[in-house]
């Protein structure tokens, strides 16, 4: 089992800039995908980035051009590097792996957009 911890949310203004991270307690190299996923309230959980391990990346089409996922094998680490952020980025967002049919995710870590 792996366990993952984010960081990095906080309180930014419309067009400003945060880098979320996800440490894991093992090595990311054996986990077939990682991502973040965000939840606003009273909205389902939905996909915001995942990279492979390959590398191959993916992104919500709301986030295109924004934000970019990237990892630190050594660190076992997975980043999100979110610019130009809008108020309607306001969630939570967690990290997630997945490994074959398993899914474990962290606790999660606020982001609040002010216009």
């Known amino acids: 089992q792996v366990e993952l911890v984010e960081s990095g949310g906080g309180l930014v203004q419309s067009g400003g800039s945060l880098r979320l991270s996800c440490a894991a307690s093992?090595?990311?190299?054996?986990?077939?995908?990682m991502g973040w996923y965000c939840q606003a309230p009273g909205k389902e959980r939905e996909l915001v980035a995942t990279?492979?391990?390959?590398?191959?990346?993916n992104y919500a089409d709301s986030v295109k051009g924004r934000f970019t996922i990237s990892r630190d094998i050594v660190k076992n680490t997975v980043y999100l590097q979110m610019n130009s952020l809008k108020p309607e980025d306001t969630a939570v967002y967690y990290c997630?792996?997945?490994?074959?049919?398993?899914?474990?995710w962290g606790q999660g870590t606020q982001v609040t957009v002010s216009s």
């Open positions: 997630n792996a997945l490994m074959g049919s398993r899914s474990v």
């Open positions: 093992r090595s990311i190299f054996i986990i077939n995908t």
């Open positions: 990279i492979t391990t390959g590398g191959s990346t």
